[in-house]
């Protein structure tokens, strides 16, 4: 079907950034890539939306304006206990921006389009197969050959099994509905929250709420998190509490349709490459604390695109270094900072503790979270790693 330097599985915001940096640091290697995914855009994404502003300062120094997608600012997010605790932005005039992903991620298509790069959409990749220094790539359509394959196919990764004793990471699980706003609901218009009780209920996650703008229409996108999936019986708890929790807002959750994924956790000793491919995105796993995942999957796509560019320089395909370097860079450290703390949040299940961090030392969360877990784009002065 085709020989290629690059292909790369999967256009999500991890795939598009990958290409995008790729075009920024070497246009003639990104001229002789090809994206290859299985839906077609817009497609759907179960995603709370909540778009960060280190992931829009990624996209600005592409070049892209998030703006131009419809998006709701959100003038504070609420991180609380039991409805109490602390509110903060991390922009100077916002918390963060929600932007419904279907939106999202058919724009940053658009965008990758309108850079003549290629994107076949509606192909799936069934099998990468290593074959010596280079990668079949087998799809329904007939084989695609490559140098360098790079996984940013997501959750489920195709890519991911091609590599060898690759140990299967723990999974986290998220819960999503979108609902029309109730007047009753105590929750302001343009306020995200974020309620940590599921915690000392036996689900290590959080309950969200958010304002999102779909297809021009505000609705609210709820949704829970669980970093710590067992057997069907947490699933049940994490519906519950949900319903719990929106039951407190004048919403009834069997008038909504749920929907869930599981998602694999990122961890340092995860898979990450082997030679000729590279993962990104939620294929390498997602962080452990907010499960915030599409910032360090557009940081990420940078780290890859400068691995790809030195690995045809030097011809060294073996990718050895790869890992250290996402390990090293901002995002990597932001990632790992963030999967370190989350064992401890998340084992502090007595209400007392949970309502002492919230309640009596928000500003010091607040000043963790915004120090060491976000902002990592603007991290030190030098820009060498993102
Ligand atoms: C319910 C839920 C809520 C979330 N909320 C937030 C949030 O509010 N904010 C946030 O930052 N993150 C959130 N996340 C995490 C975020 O959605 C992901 O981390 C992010 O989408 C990762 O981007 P990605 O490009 O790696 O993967 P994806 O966005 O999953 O993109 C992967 C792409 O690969 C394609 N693909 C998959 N398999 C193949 C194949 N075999 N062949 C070809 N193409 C393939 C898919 O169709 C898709 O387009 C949430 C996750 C869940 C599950």
Redesign the pocket.
């Known amino acids: 079907m085709g020989n290629y330097d690059v292909i790369i ?7 598009i950034s990958t290409v995008l940096h790729l075009q920024q640091i070497a246009p003639e290697l990104a001229s002789r890539t090809l994206v ?4 077609r855009f817009p ?1 759907n ?7 960060t502003p280190d992931a829009e300062r990624i996209l600005n120094r592409l070049g892209l304006d998030v703006t131009e997608v419809p998006h709701v600012d959100l003038d504070w997010a609420h991180f609380l206990f039991e409805g109490k605790g602390v509110s903060f932005r991390f922009a100077e005039n916002y918390a963060f921006r929600v932007i419904h992903r279907e939106e999202l991620d058919a724009w940053l298509v658009r965008k990758a389009r309108e850079r003549d790069l290629t994107i076949l959409e509606e ?3 069934e099998r990468i197969v290593p074959d010596g220094d280079r990668v079949d790539v087998v799809t329904p359509g007939g084989t695609y050959r490559a140098r360098v394959v790079v996984g ?4 489920h990764s ?1 890519v991911r099994r091609a590599i060898p004793d690759h140990r299967r990471p723990p999974y986290a699980c ?1 819960m ?1 509905l979108w609902a029309s706003p109730r007047e009753s609901s105590s929750h302001l218009p343009d306020v995200g929250y974020f309620d940590f009780f599921p915690i000392s209920r036996g689900v290590p996650g959080y309950v969200w709420d958010f304002p999102i703008l779909i297809g021009g229409e505000r609705m609210r996108s709820w ?1 829970i998190a669980n970093f710590a999936i067992g057997p069907r019986e947490s699933r049940r708890r994490m519906l519950s509490l949900l319903a719990e929790e929106m039951a407190r807002h004048g919403y009834r959750l069997e008038d909504y349709r749920v929907y869930g ?1 599981s ?1 694999p956790v990122f961890r340092p000793d995860g898979p990450f490459s082997a030679p000729h491919i590279l993962l990104t ?3 390498v796993g ?1 962080e452990g604390v907010f ?5 360090p ?1 557009l940081g990420q796509g940078a780290i890859a695109a400068k691995a790809i560019v030195r690995a045809f320089e030097t011809g060294d395909f073996s990718f050895r270094e790869y890992r250290a370097e996402v390990l090293r860079s901002k995002v990597g450290i932001s990632v790992r900072r963030r999967t370190s703390l989350a064992p401890f949040l998340y084992s502090l299940r007595r209400p007392s503790l949970q309502r002492f961090l919230w309640w009596r030392c928000g500003r010091i969360a607040e000043w963790v979270v915004k120090t060491f877990l976000f902002g990592w784009t603007t991290w030190g002065e030098d820009r060498r790693a993102l």
Not at 152 to 155: L, P, S, T, Y
Not at 291 to 295: D, H, L, R, S, T
């Open positions: 599985v999967g256009a999500g915001p991890a795939g290859l995914e299985k839906a497609r994404k179960l995603c709370g939306g909540g778009v192909t799936p990749v940013a196919d997501g959750a195709v998220a999503v949704g994924e998602v995105g939620d294929a997602v499960g915030e995942g599409i910032g999957a």
